[in-house]
């Protein structure tokens, strides 16, 4: 399996739910290194969700049209953090970092592999006080182990000014950086896909 993904490159964004597939997305590499691997969701990127019996049933997005529907961000992720952390701008300005917890990445031949454990942290890009997101999912999430301390952890590094996502503030997507093609679950089994 190779080591890094080249920037530009599409690959793939696996939600793994119960050993299965419960959504996946195509994303475009940022940045790929030893300390961090960047990608870019755009906007109206194509989603494809699981179908079948999961423990926590269908994808809550599947309520909705499957394609990413706010504007682009941008998702940070490091080497063994029960974390990501999404940049969202509007109008040419950071509006927030938006603390998403997840399952520590597991590098693919295609991408790589994260499970949302739905309680997020949005910290405003104005340097207005932070917020909690999904608090009322965090008891039954916090059973897939991990999340109280990766929660703890970020905490500090907020309240530290250790931020280190905040190198990503100024960046941009370039202007070509559109939706990719929709992803195909390596199974087959998908729900209502568009």
Known sequence: MRSR????????????LDGREW?????????????????????????????????????PWTEFEHVWQSSGVLQLQRPGDGYSVWGRWADGVLSEWYVNFQAPLVRTERGFDTLDHELDLIIPGDGSPYRWKDVEHFEERVRAGGLRAAAASVVDLVERGACWWEQWRDWRAPADWGPPAAVALQDGTSVGAR
């Open 23 to 59: 959504l996946v997305y195509p994303v475009r590499v940022a940045s790929d290194d030893e300390r961090a691997l960047a990608v870019y969701l755009a906007q109206g990127t194509p989603l494809t969700f699981g179908g079948g019996d999961f423990r926590w049933g269908l994808h």
């Open 5 to 16: 993904f080249r920037r530009g490159e599409v690959i793939v964004r696996r939600e793994i």
